[in-house]
């Protein structure tokens, strides 16, 4: 068998679409421009190319992009300071602070800084109950890239199994989640666990969410199961000339890509679908604050 390539970046792209058309909407028919606002602590080179990207997608669907660059040695304090001003700011309806940050900072603090209801990385204690019970507002950007990508891929999710790798509080445990409410029979993996692949066998969905490349071998993948890769790992590639390197996921691609049903490519799949989920969830949250129902088409 020969997977099926899901491509995240044009399903990103058509998200998108329908994002600049609701924030259209709610300017031309409630005055509301949603505004998200992006707070970077220091000069991470990776962050600061994630944060360029995200101010560049917000500006491209007509949102208001408010970028915050603070020094590498900014207290603690003056970051909560920040964080309090754009709460109580009416043209914000977003708050994304970069993590990581430097170490003089406490990010949970930060996080529990944040007003929920402009918490669009879906980071804040209040918000994770949220998602847990079904109720709306922000949904955990990356688990819900990972959501829209396997319902357009498969439709109902009801009665699979799915295996995740990784139970971070960022994507492994907010996708176990997202999955249960589908009606998934779940099993979460961690470094834990013992026989992964036996367990991995077993699944119509692996949600792979480790950090270690290519770790996820082909001969673990159950003939035709959807495979998404969450992965993002830097690897060096010699072939490329000296000194060169190259993205890979969790996942051993080419493997995999030859006994799975469908499959997510590293770079290409997920990632996209990241920003993108941002940008839906900042659309939400400016239509809650301002009493409105959130639109039901950004969302899996
Ligand atoms: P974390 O490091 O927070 O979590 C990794 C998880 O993998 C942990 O739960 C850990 O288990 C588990 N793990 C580690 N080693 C093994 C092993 N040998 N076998 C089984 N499980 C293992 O990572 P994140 O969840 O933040 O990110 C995971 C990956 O996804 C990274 O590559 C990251 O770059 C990428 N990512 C991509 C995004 C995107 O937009 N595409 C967004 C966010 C992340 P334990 O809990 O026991 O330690």
């Known amino acids: 068998m020969t997977a099926t390539i899901i491509d995240g970046k044009s399903f990103a792209e058509g998200l998108r679409g329908r994002i ?13 421009t949603p505004g ?8 991470d080179p990776a962050s ?17 992009s408010f970028k915050h660059e603070l020094p590498e040695d900014t207290s603690e304090a003056d970051l909560l300071a920040l964080v309090h001003r754009l709460n109580n700011d009416d043209q914000v309806h977003g708050i994304l ?18 007003a929920p209801s402009k918490d669009v990385d879906c980071f804040t204690p209040a918000n994770v109950g949220k998602v847990q019970i079904g109720l709306p507002g922000p949904v955990s950007c990356t688990p819900l890239g990972c959501l829209m990508l396997l319902r357009d891929q498969i439709g109902s999710l009801a009665g699979l199994n799915a295996v995740i790798i990784g139970r971070s509080n ?18 979460v993996a961690h470094s834990r666990t013992k026989n992964l692949a036996d367990v991995v066998r077993g699944a119509d969905i692996v949600v792979a969410a480790v950090g270690r490349p290519e770790m996820i071998r082909g001969d673990w993948i159950k003939p035709g199961a959807t495979v998404i890769d969450v992965g993002i790992n830097r690897i060096p590639a010699p072939e490329r000339g000296e000194g060169k390197t190259r993205l890979v996921g969790d996942v051993a ?10 499959i997510t490519p590293v ?12 940008l839906a969830n900042t659309v939400t949250t400016a239509s809650l604050i301002n009493g409105l129902a ?7």
């Open 36 to 43: 998200l606002a992006v707070v970077i602590v220091g000069h």
């Open 20 to 32: 600049a058309g609701h924030v259209q909407r709610l300017k031309a028919e409630h005055g509301i």
């Open 294 to 300: 959130p639109p039901t088409d950004l969302t899996a």
């Open 170 to 187: 960022l994507v492994g445990k907010p996708m176990m989640q997202l999955l249960l409410r589908e009606n998934c029979t779940v099993t």
């Open 267 to 278: 770079p290409g799949g997920v990632g996209p679908m990241t920003i993108a989920c941002l």
């Open 97 to 114: 602070v970069q993590m990581p940050v430097p170490k003089q900072i406490d990010s949970i603090k930060v996080i529990e800084a944040i």
């Open 253 to 262: 691609y080419a493997e995999a890509a030859a006994i799975a049903g469908a």
């Open 48 to 64: 600061q190319v994630y944060v360029t990207n995200k101010a560049r997608q917000t500006a491209e669907v007509g949102m208001a």
